[in-house]
């Protein structure tokens, strides 16, 4: 009976609107500039890490500043499977291991350190990207003779397509927890752990499990950058910087929907190309940071939710109090 | 038949025994009162059955099986529900949606989503909550996260309610709502052990009250008893020879 046109419309919106977006995607390659297609690569990047870094720390709360750790234990899978010059292992099953691998690491690391709260959580996991750079340089050098590896490289298209496919199926993991009922246990331990506990959920299984499969797709990617890079040190691999941009891009486009994090890393790696390419590359960290400064202050629900609530204010508010 | 029995149990905080070889029954259907001083060790003894804290000596049985050692989620799906003393609910979610989680996830076995929003109505017209449902709960009075609190412990379906405090910050027409609805939810066959101060409710509601002071049950019994003991009278009141100077 409750067929009405609006069901419908909202179901083609939902359903039509990420469909469309994916065809263009999946044809950018064939119509687009190569420079444009390059570009796309890092905005599907930018995209995997800070939508999946909010599949966890967006809901919890939880400042998780591991996510080059992840990063560069990909990059280090395919440095040591896909080696240039060598026999290597299928590219699929390399974006595998690196993927698993994080997930492994992100589970010891979670296991270990989730009962730690607020700072102390993000010190920790930040202290675990300085560690493992300065273990694997250690390593490389005494027992490798290595400062780096070299990696066998990959096309542009074939790099370009396999980070749409993780992208694809990042967005679909984020989708169906923010949708599920282990989403909103995830969403009530980020209002208050205590009461969460008390009213029935396994607290540290669901935190400890979310963050090692939200670790996967960072380390996917790791792999395929890699053979993007070619030349990889654990200075390249652990580069701090992998642990900011999610948190800036998440804060930046907003962490209460799932387009949030999308949109931020778009507009944040876009700026940082026209700031780095230009005369003022010079001053791109700068610029950076009086940008964010501005969007904390002025739009605390990121430009997503700032938006958000704009249409609100214009439609009357007769969905207040929903759920996004 | 106990269905909460407690044995010798002990809890310290550094060098000081919050809660001291208390040993303590509940019977089911009863209304138990737990009263003290400030600093008694009665939330303690609270954090200690819902495994908020593990004791370091003692054992805690629930239906005569030992729960401590257990995690807080466990003993919530064995059928024990709490409420905190300074309130704590899901302030960014709507009202039913507090409510609807406990249904989800507190029972046994959850429910599905249907029959959560079912529930979740149902138990917001027995607190009489319907009107604020879709409200965020931020925006609640404190009388009614307090009812909020209860409600979500209740969605999760308890035998054994604990209820902290529930009385603390209320008006005098709050708090007789308050105590209607202490009466109503042990109407409904569940047994409600509260923390109190409120000694009008504490007297007009509890079968049996238990008495703590600096860690250690100093008495056990039914209002009238309690009323009239002299070690209670020293703690609350004072000792004769201080009251005189």
Known sequence: ?324 | MHILEGEGVTKYFGGLAAVSDVSFYVDEGEVVGLIGPNGAGKTTLFNLISAALEPKTGEIRFKGKKINGLKPYQICRLGIARTFQTVKIFGNLPVIENVRIGSLFGPFKGLSTADATREANELLEFMGLSDVAYAPARDLTLAHQKRLEVARALATKPTLLMLDELMAGLNQTELIEAMDLVKKIREKGTTIVMIEHVMKAIMNICDRIIVLHHGKKIADGTPQEVANSKTVIEVYLGEASDAGN
């Open chain 1, 1 to 324: 009976m409750d067929f009405s046109k609006i069901n419908w419309k909202k179901a083609a919106i939902t359903a039509g609107i990420p469909l469309v977006i994916l065809i263009f995607l999946g044809l950018w390659p064939t119509i687009g500039p190569q420079y444009w297609v390059t570009l796309f690569s890092y905005f599907l990047l930018y995209i995997i890490i800070s939508v999946s870094w909010t599949i966890f720390s967006g809901a919890t709360g939880y400042i998780s500043l591991a996510s080059a750790a992840f990063y560069g234990i990909g990059i280090y899978a395919a440095a040591l499977f896909r080696e240039q010059f060598a026999a290597n292992l299928p590219l699929i099953v390399v974006v595998l291991i690196g993927g698993l691998a994080s997930f492994v690491l992100a589970f010891i690391v979670g296991a270990i350190t989730l009962r730690l709260k607020g700072i102390y959580f993000a010190m920790f996991t930040f202290g675990l990207v300085l560690l493992l750079k300065e273990v694997i340089y250690y390593w490389e050098i005494q027992f490798n003779d290595l400062r780096g590896r070299f990696v066998a490289p990959e096309s542009n298209d074939t790099i370009y397509y396999y980070l749409l496919g993780i992208f694809v199926i990042t967005m679909i993991v984020a989708y169906l927890i923010r949708r599920s009922k282990y989403g909103l246990a995830l969403q009530i331990i980020g209002e208050n752990e205590e009461a969460a506990a008390h009213t029935g959920i396994n607290v540290t299984m669901v935190k400890v499990l979310t963050y090692a499969v939200s670790a996967i797709f960072i380390g996917a990617a790791g792999v395929i950058m890699a053979t993007k890079l070619t030349y990889v040190d654990p200075g390249v691999a652990f580069s701090p910087m992998m642990s900011f941009s999610p948190v800036l891009m998440a804060i930046f486009g907003g962490m209460g929907s799932i387009y949030g994090p999308v949109i931020g890393a778009v507009i944040f790696t876009y700026i940082e190309e026209i700031l780095k390419t230009g005369s003022m590359k010079n001053y791109y960290m700068l610029i950076f940071g009086v940008i964010l400064i501005g969007v904390i202050l002025y739009l605390p629900n990121g430009i997503v939710g700032s938006i958000q609530n704009l249409w609100k204010r214009i439609s009357g508010a007769r969905r207040a109090h929903t759920r996004g």
